[in-house]
C-alpha cells in the first residue's frame, strides 16, 4: 500500500539516507485521522480530527525533532448504558516527525479539530548570502592600483 522505491533518490543525493530510512519505516496509525498542509513557503499545518477531546484531555510536546500529541480521555462518570458505540473516543498516541529548524508556532482545538501551525524558521548564519569576488588580474587594475599610477605620472610631470 505505501511501498515507494527510494533507489533513485539514492542515487542522486548524498546524506540523506536517515531520511528515506525514516520513510521507509514510518508506521502510522490511522486513529486520529489528520491531514498534513503546506500553507507558505515556511508555514505547514497538522490539522487531526479528535471529536470528543477537550483541550484538557489533549498534550502537545516537541522534543526536539519530534511533535508528541497525546490524547488521554477521562473515564465516563455517568450512569448511561451505551447501546452502540460507534464514535471512537480511545486513548491516542501520534509522532509527527519535523525537518531541521520547525517550531510550534500555535496549537488550537476548535470544533473537534486540533490544528497545530508550524514554522520553519532558518537561522540567518544559515541562510545562503552572494559572496563578492575581488579580481586579482593585472589586466584589471584596482582602485588602490589606478590611484598609484595616476599619483606617479603627477610626480613625473611635476
Known sequence: MRSFDYAPL???TVGFDRLFDTLDNSVRSDWPPYN???TGDHDYRITMAIAGFSPD???LTQHGPELVVIG???PDESDRQILHRGMA?????QVFKLADYVKV???MLDNGLLSVDLVREIPEELKPRRIGLVSSSPAAPTQQQ???QDTERQRHVA
Not at 473516543?89 to 498516541?93: A, S
Open 89 to 93: 473516543t480511545r486513548n491516542f498516541r
Open 57 to 59: 484531555e489533549v498534550e
Open 36 to 38: 498534513i498542509e503546506k
Open 72 to 74: 488521554q480521555k477521562q
Open 105 to 107: 508556532a500555535k496549537a
Open 10 to 12: 539514492y542515487r542522486t
Open 146 to 148: 589606478q590611484i598609484s
